[in-house]
């Protein structure tokens, strides 16, 4: 009678962890191509006008227009799928993304307390990479739908032009959160094809420098939507 149980509470986890078995389940590395648009927003220009110079009347803060530009977008990734549940999956993952996009906008502040100076910037959005957690449901076995969210970091590169032309290219390193949609579809027992569309959303950061008679200390708020497609295999 008793290794008739033994017998039967084996069979019955043997089938409990098969049908909680995913095709999705274990290691990947998948790599993707799209489109991402970049903004800096929340801009202020704080001006300081040094001591005994003609525009020593523009100290303050004056707001500046939103900076935005879009371009091409890739990433690298690597992660893990674990079956929790039947159709149940989580995930835990990170992606690189080498590509490059540059924003630009013009702006006006004021030189002097008599007359306006224009200049450029150009922000150029690099090196980011993200690390994150992927519930995702299976639709069938070949069809996986998945969240995602975790923390994203990237590089922020910051080149003044015409009267900000002293600050120089400077950069500095922006944290914060992704949050994304995806979706996988098996291809064969390895072999997967994904799409996904992600938003990042960034800490406010500065950058200071002189411009000759003035310091001016910029502070802006970067994010980020991006859509993705791309191809994966899962070990």
């Not at 043997?14 to 290691?27: D, L, W």
């Not at 800490?203 to 310091?215: E, F, K, M």
Request: hydrophobic fraction near 30%; glycine fraction near 14%; charged fraction near 10%.
């Amino acid at each position: 009678m008793k290794k008739q149980l033994l017998v039967a509470l084996a069979a019955g986890f043997i089938g409990t962890s098969a049908m909680a078995q995913s095709a999705f389940e274990g290691f990947y590395a998948q790599a993707g191509i799209g489109y991402e648009n970049d903004t800096l927003n929340s801009r202020t220009l704080n001006v300081t006008a040094k001591p005994g110079q003609s525009d020593s009347g523009t100290n303050g803060a004056q707001s500046a227009p939103t900076s935005s530009g879009g371009g091409f977008s890739g990433l690298i990734g690597l992660g893990y799928n674990f079956s929790v549940a039947p159709k149940w999956l989580v995930g835990i993952g990170a992606d690189f993304s080498p590509t490059s996009v540059t924003t630009s906008t013009q702006y006006l502040i004021t030189c002097n307390p008599q007359s306006q100076c224009d200049g450029t910037n150009n922000y150029k959005v690099n090196n980011r990479y993200s690390v994150y957690l992927t519930p995702g449901y299976e639709i069938d076995k070949d069809k996986l739908v998945y969240l995602k969210a975790g923390y994203s970091s990237e590089n922020v590169t910051w080149q003044g032009q015409g009267t900000a032309s002293g600050l120089g290219s400077q950069s500095k390193t922006a944290s914060g959160y992704v949050a994304g949609l995806g979706y996988k579809q098996l291809l064969d027992k390895n072999l997967y094809l994904f799409g996904e569309g992600n938003y990042y959303s960034y800490s406010s950061n500065n950058v200071s420098g002189s411009t000759g008679s003035q310091t001016i200390t910029q502070t802006q708020t970067p994010s980020a939507y991006q859509f993705l497609v791309g191809v994966g295999y899962k070990f």
